[in-house]
């Protein structure tokens, strides 16, 4: 025997419930997809931001260490305060180095860890020619002319590898 209360039956799940329900799903799914778009741009962003800061405190480095040489070359008027200026000059030299290798084995992008690499190698070759600068520093008694002349120029192409 059934039993009529004459009270029509629902559905236990409406098309309207199911609607908001799939349209909530959607909405969380695409707000899912942007947070993640957002986060991948972030860190993007934080390597390109880092890369550049990187450059930036190189080329600041070496800056110094060109400000160290002439340091060297003016106050240098004997052996005494030459080896005094050029440990200040070899040390800010080294810097210059662990920075620029530092920036190479943080870098991702290989056409800025190449021109990173050559600034490496052409900044090790300019150690060289100060080193045979402060020779002629010495042999000319201490007058800078000579020394500077002999070294006029090498830093300019170190900075335009490192600012591209």
Same mark, same amino acid.
Request: with cysteine; aromatic share 10%; proline share 2%.
């Given at each position: 025997?059934?039993f009529?209360?004459?009270i ?10 199911l609607?908001?329900a ?29 890369h550049f800061?990187a ?12 400000q160290?040489?002439?340091d ?9 305060s ?10 800010? /030299? ?6 620029a290798?530092? =920036?190479? @084995? &943080?870098? $991702? ?10 600034f490496?190698?052409?900044?090790a ?12 520093l010495?042999? /000319?008694?201490?007058d ?5 002349? =002999?070294? @006029? &120029?090498? $830093? ?9």
């Amino acid at each position: 025997m059934e039993f009529d209360s004459g009270i029509p039956q629902r559905p236990l799940v409406s098309g309207a419930l199911l609607a908001k329900a799939g349209l909530t799903a959607a909405f969380f799914a695409f707000f899912y997809l942007i947070w993640n778009a957002i986060s991948g741009l972030e860190q993007q962003l934080k390597s390109n931001t880092d890369h550049f800061a990187a450059a930036h405190n190189l080329q600041v480095e070496y800056k110094l260490e060109v400000q160290e040489w002439k340091d060297l070359l003016l106050r240098s008027t004997d052996h005494a305060s030459l080896d005094k200026h050029w440990a200040i000059f070899e040390k800010q /030299h080294r810097q210059v180095a662990e920075a620029a290798a530092a =920036a190479i @084995k &943080g870098g $991702d992008v290989r056409a800025v860890n190449v021109k990173l690499q050559s600034f490496l190698d052409a900044h090790a070759n300019n150690l060289t020619q100060y080193r045979e600068s402060t020779a002629l520093l010495v042999k /000319h008694g201490y007058d800078p002319q000579k020394a500077d002349q =002999a070294v @006029k &120029g090498i $830093d300019r192409p170190l900075l335009t590898r490192s600012c591209r």
